[in-house]
C-alpha cells in the first residue's frame, strides 16, 4: 500500500470514529436493548466503556496510519 493510501484508511477510521461518537451522543438509548428498558444502570454502563474503548483504539489506529509509523506492504 502506498504512504498516501495507507493515510486516507486513516482518516476514514477518524471520520468512522468521530460518526458513531456524535451518534451516541445524540441517541443514547441506542445502547440500551429493547428487552432491557428496566435494566440495571451497570449493564449500560459496562457497554458504553466497552464501545468507548474500541472507539479509542481505532482513533489511535487512525492516527498511526496518518503517521505514517509503520510499514507494511500487501
Do not use: Q, W
Not at 4 to 22: K, Q, R
Not at 54 to 68: A, E, P, Q, R
Amino acid at each position: 500500500m502506498s504512504k498516501e493510501s495507507v493515510s486516507a484508511l486513516g482518516y476514514i477510521l477518524i471520520s468512522i470514529v468521530l460518526i458513531i461518537s456524535i451518534y451516541l451522543l445524540i441517541e443514547p438509548n441506542s445502547l440500551v436493548p429493547e428487552a432491557y428498558k428496566l435494566a440495571v444502570d451497570g449493564y449500560v454502563i459496562a457497554r458504553t466503556l466497552v464501545i468507548l474503548f474500541i472507539l479509542y483504539l481505532v482513533s489511535k489506529l487512525g492516527f498511526l496510519f496518518i503517521n505514517k509509523k509503520i510499514n507494511f506492504k500487501l
